[in-house]
Structures are given as C-alpha cells and as structure tokens.
C-alpha cells in the first residue's frame, strides 16, 4: 500500500505531527454508449437481469439518458428512466473493475436482455 505523508502544525505548541495517510486510488471512468434495441425496452426483468450485472462489480455503475443519470444497481432507478427501444444510452463506471463492468453491461444491451 503506498502511502502520504501529511504535515500537521500545532499552532499553540509550534510542534509539527507527521501522519501518514494512505493514498486513495484514483481511477479514470469508464464509459460506453449503446442504443436499447430489444422491443420491449427495458421492463422489469431486462432491468432485474441488468442490476444483478452490475452489482458484481465493486465500481459505481451508472446510466445516463434522456438528461437524466441514475444508479445502475437500482431497479428502481433504472425502471423510472422509461427506457424504450431506440433510447441512447451512456453506462458509467468508476472503480477497480470499472472496464469489466461497462462491457459486461455493454454486452447484456447488446444481446437484447436474451429476449430476442
């Protein structure tokens, strides 16, 4: 594990405390963009079968449509962005396993929720 060093004053006694801290990892989001294609939408069992995908993943999952961002692991979330066919769709994610998860998601809307 790497580590920071932060510099800690004590203005009252001028003595300096050294901690060390460690590093956060920063990680790049990882986006793609997918067109709903099944002619369904996503209903309820795409949208179930979509938040058990992306809760596998320790990423923060995202999809963005219709101006609107929402939490992939919620079904709820998900149910109430109305997600017909044709709709343009952004998944986000932003962790350790964030390419993983973003082509397992990808992947799943492109297979039509296995309905077709």
């Given at each position: 594990m790497q580590y920071n060093l932060v510099y800690v004053s004590a203005v009252q006694q001028?003595?300096?405390?050294l901690y060390l801290v460690?590093?956060?990892e920063v990680f790049q989001m990882t986006e793609a963009n997918v067109t709903i294609e099944n002619k369904t939408g996503i209903h309820a069992r795409p949208a179930s079968?979509?938040?058990?995908?992306?809760?596998?993943?320790?990423?923060?999952?995202?999809?963005?449509?219709?101006?609107k961002t929402v939490d992939a692991k919620?079904?709820?979330?998900?149910?109430?962005?109305g997600l017909v066919k044709g709709t343009d769709i952004t998944i986000c994610a932003d962790g350790p396993d964030e390419a993983?998860?973003?082509?397992?998601?990808?992947?799943?809307?492109?297979?039509?929720?296995?309905?077709?």
């Amino acid at each position: 594990m790497q580590y920071n060093l932060v510099y800690v004053s004590a203005v009252q006694q001028a003595s300096l405390f050294l901690y060390l801290v460690p590093k956060k990892e920063v990680f790049q989001m990882t986006e793609a963009n997918v067109t709903i294609e099944n002619k369904t939408g996503i209903h309820a069992r795409p949208a179930s079968v979509f938040v058990q995908t992306a809760t596998k993943f320790k990423s923060k999952v995202q999809i963005k449509a219709k101006g609107k961002t929402v939490d992939a692991k919620s079904i709820l979330m998900i149910m109430s962005m109305g997600l017909v066919k044709g709709t343009d769709i952004t998944i986000c994610a932003d962790g350790p396993d964030e390419a993983e998860a973003v082509k397992a998601l990808k992947d799943l809307v492109l297979s039509k929720f296995g309905e077709e």
